[in-house]
């Protein structure tokens, strides 16, 4: 079973920066796409991005185009996030997924807690 391994949220003003990790372990050879989602208190979970782990096709939510940006150090079997400019509604727990396609998804992680303040 693919395990998957998040690290790197936090707390941060509005318009700072933080950077995303996840550590991805295990049978990872039918793992061909990788992405984050994030959950916001009261709210559904919802796509941020994902990333081709067999190609180099990205993918983005509106709400984060143009600040966010996925990236992947295949040997490492890591992914990031690379997020700037971030605003309050950035506010969630964000969760790295991973599956034979972004659609489906089979290997969660544990989730990371990302707050921006005002």
């Known amino acids: 079973q693919v395990q998957l391994v998040e690290s790197g949220g936090g707390l941060v003003q509005a318009g700072g920066s933080l950077r995303l990790s996840c550590a991805a372990s295990?049978?990872?050879?039918?793992?061909?796409?990788m992405g984050w989602f994030r959950q916001a208190p009261g709210k559904e979970r919802e796509f941020v991005a994902a990333?081709?782990?067999?190609?180099?096709?990205?993918s983005y939510v509106d709400s984060v185009k143009g600040r966010f940006t996925i990236s992947r150090e295949i040997t490492k079997k890591t992914m990031y996030l690379h997020m700037n400019s971030l605003k309050p509604e950035d506010t969630a727990v964000y969760y790295c997924?991973?599956?034979?396609?972004?659609?489906?998804?089979?290997?969660w992680g544990q989730g990371t807690q990302v707050t921006v303040s005002s």
């Open positions: 997924a991973g599956g034979s396609t972004i659609a489906t998804i089979t290997s």
């Open positions: 295990g049978p990872t050879f039918s793992m061909c796409a």
């Open positions: 990333i081709s782990w067999c190609g180099e096709s990205t």
